[in-house]
Structure formats: structure tokens, C-alpha cells
């Protein structure tokens, strides 16, 4: 079996490789750009850890899990270009160092690829792998757009949170583990079990992104903190606080959501006071650790021997990193 450093290897080495014959050059430039500029490549990595579970070669699957590097990276892109952003990865985003229109074109091209490269599996699984991949996509552009409508409410539910974050993040890392289960032959149940488990992790995985915006380490998180509270995001912490803040923290809140060119640094410190006094924090933990236990239940149930499970268990670990 193959560990979690190996498969990132092998990714990244394939991704290094990938030909650009096709012109104009300046259409493949940016795509080529995107891909080179790094990432944690986590979904091309559970993709082929789930494949080993079951069968010991995952770099035969290599062009489909690459394909959903590229897939993810063309969201991230159009992503970029929504909300303007400077930087991704601490490099310039492509319609930054080029223009909004090449991001848009360049985008829909890595679209194109990533089905491309989708529909180089064995022929037997053409059809189960696009229809789950396709399902996925649209899935992912529902939960964007539940994400931007979420921007002009304030009495956005927890539970409409959570469905969105299912949507925009853990159904592609459920659609990684699932695929690779399919490309391994896996039976229906483990196939179902193990993209339970991917879209649990997933949940998790987003709202620690949350709470590592407000409590985050800023040179281990990669990102300023407190952008999310800068830009009113409607995330889980913000959701909570509105909903169990008394009369007075309410109308605070209120206060540094609707000022229009705040102070950032004060606006942070007093949101984050609030989180504070109404135990928000461990909140979060809370339900953070109970989607991962979650799907570690998942993991748990899926029929293999134990000792496959090993690289699964230290990779989710890893990328949860998990010192709280």
C-alpha cells in the first residue's frame, strides 16, 4: 500500500507532466498556472487512498483523480474572480495577473479538461464515474449559489448552513472517496460508506475552516484571520452568535454587520469578544468533532481488513489537524 506522502507525489508529478499541446497558449498558460501553484491536493489524495483500501495500485487511476484537482481548481478560479480576491495560495489569481474575461474562458476550459480526463477510466466505469461526477458539479454550483444568497440575509438557520457547506465543499471529498471505491470495485455498501464518510469529513473539515478564521494561527492557517467576520460571512460562528446572543450582544453584532467601511482589527476584536462570551467557540468544537466522529463511524464499517484503514485514518488526521 501506498502512503498518503507517495500518492501526493504521484499527483503531483502527474500534474507536472500534463501536455499542453493544445493553442492559443494564452487559453492554457493560466490553466497551467493554477495547477502549478500548489494546493494540499486533498481530493485526488482520498480518492486514491480509498482506491487502496481495496486494491493495491492507485496510480492506475491517476488520470481521474487528477481530474478532480482540476475540477477543483476551476471552481476556485471562478471563485477568485466572484469575490474578487488578490491572492490565492499566496500567488496572484489569474484574473488579477491576467484579466476577469481569460479567468472565465481559462475556467471553463479546466471544466472541459477535467471531464477530459474523467473519461479516461476503464470503459466499464464511464458511466457510474460521470453520472456521480456530474451530480457532484451541479450539487457544488447549488451550494455557491446558496452561499452568495446567503450575503443579504441575516436569519440565515444552522441548518441551511450546514446543508450549503454539504453542497459547496463535502460532497466533492464524498465524490473523491466514492469514485475511488467504484475504480476498485468496491461493493454498493462500502461504495455508500465510504462517501458518507467523505462527506462527513467534509463538514468537518469546512467548519474548521470557520472556526480556524476567527481562532486560527495565522502563519499555520496560510490566511489573515478574521475575514470572514471583516466581510460579514454567514458561517457557522456568525449563525450561532446571532441566534444565542442576548439583547445587547445582538444589537452589537448588528452594529458591526451594517457599518459600511469598519475599522477591521476593531470590528474583528469585538465580534470575537462576543464569540467569546457566548461560549461560541467550544460550540464549534463541538460540532466539529461530531462530524468527524461521525464519519470515522462510516470508516469504521466499511469491510476490509483493519490494516488497510491505517493511511485513511493518519491522513484524515493530518489534514483536520487535529490540536484542539
Known amino acids: 500500500m501506498l502512503n498518503s506522502n507517495e500518492i501526493l507525489q504521484l499527483i503531483n508529478d502527474y500534474l507536472d507532466r500534463m501536455p499542453y499541446e493544445r493553442k492559443p497558449q494564452s487559453l492554457y498558460e493560466p490553466i497551467k498556472y493554477v495547477l502549478a501553484i500548489g494546493g494540499k491536493r486533498i481530493?485526488?489524495?482520498?480518492?486514491?487512498?480509498?482506491?487502496?483500501?481495496?486494491?493495491?495500485?492507485?496510480?492506475?487511476?491517476?488520470?481521474?483523480?487528477?481530474?478532480?484537482?482540476?475540477?477543483?481548481?476551476?471552481?476556485?478560479?471562478?471563485?477568485?474572480?466572484?469575490?474578487n480576491a488578490d491572492l490565492r495560495r499566496g500567488h496572484m489569481t489569474v484574473h488579477k495577473r491576467w484579466d476577469a474575461n481569460t479567468a472565465i474562458l481559462s475556467g471553463d476550459s479546466m471544466l472541459v479538461l477535467a471531464f477530459q480526463q474523467m473519461s479516461q477510466c476503464k470503459p466499464e466505469k464511464l458511466k457510474p464515474i460521470i453520472s456521480l461526477?456530474?451530480?457532484?458539479?451541479?450539487?457544488?454550483g447549488e451550494g455557491q449559489q446558496?452561499?452568495?444568497?446567503?450575503?443579504s440575509r441575516n436569519d440565515v438557520t444552522e441548518?441551511?448552513?450546514?446543508?450549503?457547506?454539504?453542497?459547496?465543499t463535502s460532497v466533492l471529498l464524498a465524490c473523491a472517496t466514492k469514485m475511488g471505491a467504484i475504480l476498485a470495485d468496491a461493493d454498493k455498501a462500502d461504495a455508500e460508506n465510504i462517501y458518507k464518510f467523505g462527506e462527513k469529513i467534509g463538514l468537518a473539515f469546512q467548519l474548521q475552516d470557520d472556526f480556524l478564521d476567527v481562532y486560527g494561527d495565522t502563519k499555520v492557517f496560510g490566511k489573515a484571520i478574521g475575514g470572514d467576520i471583516i466581510s460579514n460571512k454567514k458561517t457557522y460562528m456568525l449563525i450561532n452568535a446571532i441566534a444565542l446572543a442576548n439583547e445587547k450582544q445582538r444589537e452589537t453584532l448588528m452594529k458591526w454587520i451594517d457599518i459600511p467601511n469598519p475599522d477591521a482589527q476593531e470590528k474583528i476584536a469585538a465580534?470575537?469578544?462576543?464569540?467569546n462570551e457566548i461560549g461560541i467557540n467550544q460550540l464549534a468544537i463541538e460540532k466539529i468533532n461530531y462530524y468527524f466522529n461521525e464519519g470515522v463511524k462510516y470508516l469504521d464499517a466499511i469491510n476490509v481488513p483493519e490494516g488497510r484503514k491505517t493511511e485513511m485514518r493518519a491522513y484524515i488526521k493530518e489534514m483536520m489537524k487535529r490540536e484542539y
Open 43 to 83: 481530493r485526488p489524495t482520498l480518492m486514491m487512498l480509498a482506491y487502496n483500501l481495496f486494491k493495491e495500485d492507485p496510480q492506475s487511476i491517476l488520470s481521474s483523480a487528477c481530474a478532480l484537482e482540476t475540477y477543483h481548481n476551476y471552481t476556485l478560479l471562478h471563485d477568485d474572480l466572484m469575490d
Open 133 to 140: 461526477f456530474t451530480e457532484t458539479a451541479l450539487e457544488i
Open 146 to 151: 446558496y452561499d452568495m444568497d446567503f450575503e
Open 159 to 168: 441548518e441551511e448552513y450546514i446543508e450549503m457547506i454539504r453542497l459547496k
Open 271 to 275: 465580534v470575537t469578544e462576543i464569540y
